[in-house]
Protein backbone atom coordinates (compact mmCIF):
# COMPACT_ATOMS: atom_id res chain seq x y z
CA UNK A 1 0.00 0.00 0.00
CA UNK A 2 1.17 2.87 -0.72
CA UNK A 3 2.06 6.00 1.60
CA UNK A 4 -0.61 8.23 0.07
CA UNK A 5 -2.92 5.37 0.22
CA UNK A 6 -2.39 4.41 3.92
CA UNK A 7 -2.71 8.16 4.58
CA UNK A 8 -5.96 7.87 3.05
CA UNK A 9 -7.17 5.00 5.30
CA UNK A 10 -5.91 6.28 8.69
CA UNK A 11 -7.92 9.72 7.82
CA UNK A 12 -11.12 8.02 7.05
CA UNK A 13 -10.35 5.63 10.04
CA UNK A 14 -10.30 8.58 12.48
CA UNK A 15 -13.22 10.16 11.17
CA UNK A 16 -15.07 6.94 11.71
CA UNK A 17 -13.46 6.96 15.21
CA UNK A 18 -14.48 10.81 15.89
CA UNK A 19 -17.96 10.33 14.66
CA UNK A 20 -18.04 6.77 17.09
CA UNK A 21 -16.94 8.70 19.92
CA UNK A 22 -19.34 11.59 19.44
CA UNK A 23 -22.13 9.26 19.61
CA UNK A 24 -21.06 7.54 22.75
CA UNK A 25 -20.99 11.26 23.86
CA UNK A 26 -24.67 11.77 23.07
CA UNK A 27 -25.42 8.85 24.37
CA UNK A 28 -23.99 9.13 27.86
CA UNK A 29 -25.47 13.08 28.50
CA UNK A 30 -28.91 11.90 27.01
CA UNK A 31 -28.56 8.77 29.75
CA UNK A 32 -28.07 11.30 32.64
CA UNK A 33 -30.58 13.68 31.27
CA UNK A 34 -28.36 16.41 30.87
CA UNK A 35 -29.12 18.76 27.88
CA UNK A 36 -26.02 20.43 25.94
CA UNK A 37 -26.35 23.35 27.37
CA UNK A 38 -25.80 21.83 30.81
CA UNK A 39 -22.70 20.29 29.82
CA UNK A 40 -21.46 23.41 27.91
CA UNK A 41 -21.61 25.41 30.92
CA UNK A 42 -19.58 22.91 32.45
CA UNK A 43 -16.70 22.73 30.58
CA UNK A 44 -16.57 26.93 29.56
CA UNK A 45 -18.07 26.27 25.78
CA UNK A 46 -20.99 27.17 23.82
CA UNK A 47 -23.84 24.42 23.61
CA UNK A 48 -23.22 24.91 19.42
CA UNK A 49 -19.83 23.56 20.07
CA UNK A 50 -21.25 20.34 22.37
CA UNK A 51 -23.98 20.40 18.87
CA UNK A 52 -20.70 20.02 17.05
CA UNK A 53 -18.94 17.65 19.23
CA UNK A 54 -22.09 15.48 19.66
CA UNK A 55 -22.01 15.31 15.43
CA UNK A 56 -19.42 14.36 14.71
CA UNK A 57 -18.72 18.13 13.10
CA UNK A 58 -15.81 19.26 15.06
CA UNK A 59 -13.54 16.96 16.85
CA UNK A 60 -12.66 16.65 20.28
CA UNK A 61 -9.79 17.82 21.44
CA UNK A 62 -8.05 14.75 24.41
CA UNK A 63 -8.55 17.81 27.04
CA UNK A 64 -12.20 18.51 26.24
CA UNK A 65 -12.67 14.65 25.98
CA UNK A 66 -11.08 14.57 29.63
CA UNK A 67 -13.78 17.45 30.77
CA UNK A 68 -16.65 15.45 29.30
CA UNK A 69 -15.93 12.62 30.86
CA UNK A 70 -14.86 13.78 34.60
CA UNK A 71 -18.95 15.48 33.70
CA UNK A 72 -20.56 12.78 32.53
CA UNK A 73 -19.17 10.69 35.13
CA UNK A 74 -16.78 8.04 32.82
CA UNK A 75 -13.51 7.45 31.95
CA UNK A 76 -12.16 8.76 29.25
CA UNK A 77 -12.20 5.07 28.03
CA UNK A 78 -15.82 4.99 27.86
CA UNK A 79 -15.73 6.54 24.77
CA UNK A 80 -14.20 3.96 23.08
CA UNK A 81 -15.71 1.06 24.38
CA UNK A 82 -17.64 -1.12 21.05
CA UNK A 83 -15.04 -0.18 18.61
CA UNK A 84 -14.39 -3.99 17.90
CA UNK A 85 -17.93 -4.28 17.18
CA UNK A 86 -17.72 -1.66 13.88
CA UNK A 87 -14.27 -2.68 13.34
CA UNK A 88 -12.38 -0.10 14.51
CA UNK A 89 -9.93 -1.86 16.72
CA UNK A 90 -6.32 -1.42 16.84
CA UNK A 91 -4.03 -3.05 17.99
CA UNK A 92 -4.38 -4.43 21.65
CA UNK A 93 -7.22 -2.34 22.28
CA UNK A 94 -9.87 -5.39 23.94
CA UNK A 95 -7.61 -5.58 26.73
CA UNK A 96 -8.33 -1.50 27.20
CA UNK A 97 -11.80 -2.12 26.85
CA UNK A 98 -11.98 -5.15 28.83
CA UNK A 99 -10.15 -2.61 31.64
CA UNK A 100 -12.29 0.17 30.69
CA UNK A 101 -15.52 -2.41 31.35
CA UNK A 102 -14.79 -3.01 34.96
CA UNK A 103 -17.78 -1.61 37.03
CA UNK A 104 -15.00 -1.91 39.90
CA UNK A 105 -13.71 2.17 39.23
CA UNK A 106 -11.22 1.35 41.88
CA UNK A 107 -9.56 -2.22 40.24
CA UNK A 108 -9.92 0.16 36.71
CA UNK A 109 -7.63 2.60 38.18
CA UNK A 110 -5.71 0.50 39.60
CA UNK A 111 -4.46 -1.63 36.36
CA UNK A 112 -4.79 1.59 34.34
CA UNK A 113 -1.92 3.43 36.75
CA UNK A 114 -0.23 0.09 36.51
CA UNK A 115 -0.04 0.42 32.50
CA UNK A 116 0.69 3.97 32.70
CA UNK A 117 3.79 3.31 35.44
CA UNK A 118 4.99 0.49 33.18
CA UNK A 119 5.11 2.77 29.91
CA UNK A 120 6.91 5.46 31.94
CA UNK A 121 9.25 2.61 33.00
CA UNK A 122 9.60 1.73 29.99
CA UNK A 123 10.05 5.50 28.51
CA UNK A 124 12.33 6.49 31.10
CA UNK A 125 14.65 2.84 30.38
CA UNK A 126 14.70 4.32 26.64
CA UNK A 127 16.15 7.89 27.29
CA UNK A 128 18.93 6.20 30.02
CA UNK A 129 19.75 3.37 26.76
CA UNK A 130 20.28 6.46 24.29
Known sequence: MSNENHADLASR????IDHF??????????????SQQDVAEQIGISYQQ???YESGFNRVS???LFAIARILDVSVN???????????SPAGSKAASSIAQLSNEEVRNALTGLIDAIAESDT???????
Open 21 to 34: VAKRIKARRRQLKL
Open 62 to 64: AGK
Open 13 to 16: RSDE
Open 78 to 88: YFFIGLEEVGL
Open 124 to 130: RKERLDT
Open 50 to 52: VQK
